[in-house]
């Protein structure tokens, strides 16, 4: 594959960083920082420009906070000035990210996403009798730094823009040269691409026409039950040997009892909400509407409408 080369001056024009900023304040124009960089938006940019072109700009300053949803994750967010920089990198380097990825990576992709993804899957429990179902312990904290750099250097060859990318890795990790922060963007495209090496590996070298992956949780499907334990077996040793990461527990079962995935059962024809999701959305309307929290409303009722549950939501809302 060819190396993508002069990104770098393309992401320090005045234009790029407009775009980024406006990009980063989207949904967050009423916050304090927002309002402070918007009132001196030139000179902030000014300045960020001056850090990319002097290689210099500011990079780590993190704010970290827990959330739910609905394993427990910390989420590490950069600052608002680091933002509009993530903005700027991806603007330019998107497509390059982009290219890398097989037709059946969903996630943070534009024109995929999780219904998408969810279709996909209903079609392969159409055509196949069988699934295996993947996903990595603790993903973005056992990103390892040095692989990371590694397959960016195969994708991108100005040292600059390599130097920046080693920075932004190396200004987090969770144990020595492992781990990316959830909640960045770059940290999304990074995670994208690293198991794309996995991806490549399933379609392109094992040849296996059913297979999804989002982000970390991927499925295989196919029509002998006997190959469950060569599709594992082979999972297993290529994600520890190549990649250094560690799968979890896996599931594997018949396509017709369905496939459990996102808080859904999977079916070749409809969705499902599985036990503990109907459990956490009684739970999480319930406070919303307690609080008042009306803008958690919406994406609540958007989960739900997803999969058939008029039982369930005319015993929750009457």
């Keep these: 594959m060819r190396r993508a080369g002069n990104l770098y001056l393309k992401i320090a024009e005045m234009e790029n960083l407009r775009l980024a900023f406006w990009k980063a304040q989207k949904g967050k124009s009423s916050r304090p920082d927002v309002i402070s960089f918007r009132e001196r938006l030139e000179e902030e940019l000014l300045d960020l420009r001056h850090g990319l072109l ?3 700009v500011s990079i780590g300053d993190y ?3 827990t959330v739910h949803d609905p394993k427990e994750r910390v989420i590490c967010a950069a600052s608002f000035r680091e933002r509009v920089l993530h903005h700027a990198v991806m603007n330019v380097c998107e497509p390059v990210f982009e290219r890398y990825q097989i037709y059946d990576s969903y996630a943070c992709r534009k024109g995929k996403g999780l219904d998408v993804c969810l279709k996909r899957m209903q079609e392969f429990c159409r055509r196949y ?15 390892d730094h040095c692989i990371l750099k590694e397959l960016l250097a195969h994708h991108f060859k100005e040292h600059a823009l390599l130097e920046l990318f080693g920075r932004i890795i190396d200004s987090y990790d969770v144990v020595e040269n492992r781990g990316i922060p959830i909640g960045n963007l770059t940290s999304q495209h990074f995670a994208n691409m690293y198991m794309a090496v996995f991806d490549h590996q ?4 094992w040849r296996l026409p059913g297979y999804v992956r989002y982000m970390d949780d991927f499925a295989f499907f196919y029509n002998d039950r006997g190959e469950t334990p060569q599709w594992l077996d082979m999972s297993r040793r290529f994600l520890e040997e190549r990649l ?3 799968l979890n527990e896996p599931q594997s079962n018949s396509t017709s009892r369905g496939l459990p995935a996102f808080s859904y059962r999977v079916y070749g024809c409809r969705l499902r909400l599985s036990l503990k999701a109907k459990r956490r959305f009684k739970k999480s309307i319930d406070e919303a509407v307690a609080n008042g929290e009306t803008q958690r409303i919406r994406p609540l009722l958007a ?5 058939e ?5 005319s015993r929750i809302f009457g």
Excluded: T
């Design 244 to 246: 250094g990461l560690e």
């Design 54 to 56: 002097e290689g210099d």
């Design 309 to 313: 549950a008029e039982g369930f939501k």
């Design 303 to 307: 989960f739900i409408d997803r999969a």
């Design 129 to 143: 009798n069988w699934y295996l179902k993947l996903d990595i312990h603790k993903y973005f904290d056992s990103i």
């Design 202 to 205: 399933a379609k392109d070298a």
């Design 63 to 65: 704010r970290y906070f």
